[in-house]
């Protein structure tokens, strides 16, 4: 018998496939960074750079929900039809992401310091590391703008827009690292310049925004409305929620980068490699991800109880057909992108060893992303929160009682990490689907 595609699958895929397209450019200038510095011929600034992105990833993963919390909200206030509280809700996550930003510029110094002082690598490393930090976090605010934005066109469902804004900046920024890197020599600080550049540019996106979405032209609101300390407070604590979730798991990759530098550089330029082959999968798969946010966001925003269940099938159904795409293309071809990637044959090494636990985080990694989309969607921060900070103190657990001591050790663990976080969330949501819970709260 002939699958038919259905209708939901056409509308799950029209969001999530422009989605999907940006979100693999994004590891793809890591990607680009990786083969820049591996060409030449030093662990070190490949480390560097692994190091430099981590760091720079933690601070902007631990407030990446802003992207996803502002999908959220618009999706369900699309869904409600009330156009005034959806920029209200833009405007408040606004607020919440510039105190954010002003917080962290104040003490760059202080956070640069104390994470380069975590991080178990040669001083050479923190060096090079140091000098990418001190330009790249200065684009923290331009980033956080881009969210919103972003956030807001997936939540209206404008996903081609979306697609547009991240594929540009991330084309700007591999043409100004071949600028800065290779005709200006500039190594790892044309890196950092590169990235600082095009993130800036999001500031004409934003110009285009307010000339042409009409909500943002033609919706007028009372000023004292911006202000209501109530509805702020609503957003504030889903922010914390969120925070304290993106903050363990970002805890868990600079664990992971820093653990495997005490194993030596080379050990961590394997890692490195590994994990930009992860970011590209994750990317990839959180276009799905997105589209569950605001299906899920959209239906419950309607009180669609069928409309809810439909969804949730259809973008788990399709996030598993992607990690198939993904297995079978990396399979095929992962020993040929090693190997253009660097000709250093004992990081190669290493990397083929570990290969395999990477695979099978893909599989379970699917089930958590996709279900963080879903739960998201649903504006369920506390469940969210609660689930990352139990695998994640069992991640811990393992790795220091279990585990610990080798780089295999560290791969199995994490691994495990994934494999929680996808038993947890489909627990949940088999007790919220049999207890028609989603569309009550």
């Known amino acids: 018998m002939q ?4 209708k ?5 895929l029209r969001i999530a496939i422009p989605l999907i397209i940006s979100n693999i450019t994004i590891p793809l200038v890591g990607f680009v960074d990786n083969v820049m510095m591996g060409y030449l011929g030093s662990t070190i600034y490949i480390g560097a750079i692994g190091i430099g992105a981590i760091i720079i990833s933690y601070i ?3 407030f990446g929900f802003i992207k996803s919390i502002t999908t959220g909200f618009v999706s369900q206030d699309t869904g409600t ?27 760059r110094d202080y956070i640069i310091s104390f994470a380069l002082e975590l991080m178990n690598t040669s001083n050479e490393v923190k060096k090079s590391s140091r000098i990418y930090l001190d330009y790249r976090i200065w684009s923290i605010p331009a980033i956080f703008l881009r969210d919103i934005l972003v956030g807001y066109y997936i939540g209206v469902q404008k996903t081609k827009m979306a697609m547009i804004i991240s594929i540009i900046i991330n084309i700007v920024n591999i043409i100004l690292d071949y600028i800065f890197i290779i005709l200006l020599s500039l190594n790892i600080e044309g890196v ?13 996106f934003l110009i285009y925004a307010f000339q042409s979405e009409k909500i943002l032209k033609t919706i007028k609101i009372k000023s004292n409305l911006f202000f209501n300390w109530s509805s702020i407070k609503e957003k504030i604590a889903i922010n914390i929620d969120m925070f304290i979730r993106s903050f363990i798991l970002m805890t868990i990759f600079i664990y992971f980068m820093s653990t495997g530098a005490g194993y030596g550089d080379t050990t961590l330029a394997a890692n490195t490699i590994l994990l930009n082959f992860f970011f590209l999968f994750s990317y990839g798969i959180d276009g799905f991800a997105h589209s569950s946010e605001v299906l899920v966001g959209n239906a419950i925003g309607n009180k669609n109880q069928s409309l809810l269940k439909s969804s949730i099938f259809s973008t788990g159904k399709l996030s598993f057909f992607l990690t198939f795409m993904y297995l079978l293309f990396f399979m095929l071809f992962d020993i040929w992108i090693i190997n253009f990637i660097t000709s250093i044959e004992s990081v190669n090494s290493i990397v083929l060893s570990n290969i395999f636990y990477l695979y099978m985080i893909f599989i379970f990694a699917t089930i958590a992303f996709w279900l963080d989309g879903v739960f998201i969607g649903a504006l369920q ?3 969210l929160r609660n689930i990352m900070i139990l695998a994640g103190l069992i991640f811990f657990l393992i790795e220091t009682t279990l585990f610990g001591g080798n780089n295999q050790g560290l791969w199995l663990s994490f691994f495990i990490f994934f494999s929680l976080r996808s038993l947890f969330l489909s627990i949940a949501l088999y007790i919220y689907l049999k207890n028609n819970k989603f569309c009550s709260v």
């Open 8 to 12: 939901l699958d056409k509308n799950t």
């Open 192 to 204: 950092a310049i590169a990235s600082l550049l095009s993130e800036y540019s999001i500031i004409l």
């Open 60 to 62: 902007l993963f631990s």
């Open 81 to 107: 039809k009330n156009d005034e509280k959806l920029l209200l809700s833009l405007f408040h996550i606004f607020l919440i992401s510039s105190f954010i930003s002003v917080f962290i510029l104040i003490f």
């Open 3 to 6: 699958y038919q595609i259905s």
């Open 381 to 383: 921060s506390k469940l």
